[in-house]
Nanobody, 115 residues
Framework: QVQLVESGGGLVQTGGSLSLSCAASVNIDSINRMAWYRQAPGKQRDWVATITSGGDTNYASSVKGRFTISRDNAKNTVYLQMNGLKSEDTAVYYC?????????WGQGTQVTVSS
């Protein structure tokens, strides 16, 4: 089992920044893929960014250049630095982990961007 706890969400104005954290209950050294997803009200959950154990990253086109995903294996934590926030970034953000062929989700953290 893997427990994931997200934090760092909140209310921010357009153009502002937030940093999200996702703390895992297990050693993440062996977790190949860690990702962030988001779900806006009334919409499906969408992929945002991925980081591999080797540090390779990928981003959705909507956030590329504004968001940065990183991981700290010593702290068993993955981060999402969000800059230049827009109203369309408003959503619940979820941490996602693939480990031993099972997918785990956190409970989510709300990000609200006001104009």
């Amino acid at each position: 089992q893997v427990q994931l706890v997200e934090s760092g969400g909140g209310l921010v104005q357009t153009g502002g920044s937030l940093s999200l954290s996702c703390a895992a209950s297990v050693n993440i050294d062996s977790i190949n893929r860690m990702a962030w997803y988001r779900q806006a009200p009334g919409k499906q959950r969408d992929w945002v960014a991925t980081i591999t154990s080797g540090g390779d990253t990928n981003y959705a086109s909507s956030v590329k250049g504004r968001f940065t995903i990183s991981r700290d294996n010593a702290k068993n934590t993955v981060y999402l630095q969000m800059n230049g926030l827009k109203s369309e970034d408003t959503a619940v953000y979820y941490c996602n982990v693939l480990r031993n062929f099972r997918i785990y989700w956190g409970q989510g953290t709300q990000v609200t961007v006001s104009s």
